[in-house]
């Protein structure tokens, strides 16, 4: 079973930066995604960033500019560097690795922006 751990979270004024991580145990070949997901009170689910093993990114409309997602393939780990963030911000942030058809999740990290 592959274990998702996600860090980094915590509580930031408008304007700060924070950066997450996320961590897999697994041992994957050749095509795979991961992605940062974020969850807020009463919402949906949704899309952040997304980023392909070969490199290919993808932002929400939200997000670009501010986010950048990036990955660290010799360990593992991949980022997702927040920056201008905004009180609407504010939400569970979840990874996830989707290999063969199979989604891992991480068990979320809490991101709060408020002054």
């Known amino acids: 079973q592959v274990q998702v751990v996600e860090s980094g979270g915590g509580l930031v004024q408008p304007g700060g930066s924070l950066r997450l991580s996320c961590a897999h145990s697994?041992?994957?070949?050749?095509?795979?995604?991961m992605a940062w997901y974020r969850q807020a009170p009463g919402k949906q689910r949704e899309l952040v960033a997304a980023v392909t093993s070969g490199g290919i990114t993808n932002y929400a409309d939200f997000v670009k500019g501010r986010f950048t997602i990036s990955r660290d393939n010799t360990e593992n780990t991949m980022y997702l560097q927040m920056n201008s963030l905004k009180p609407e911000d504010t939400a569970v942030y979840y990874c996830k690795y989707n290999y063969r058809a199979l989604d891992y999740w991480g068990q979320g990290t809490q991101v709060t922006v408020s002054s």
């Open positions: 697994g041992t994957f070949f050749g095509f795979y995604i």
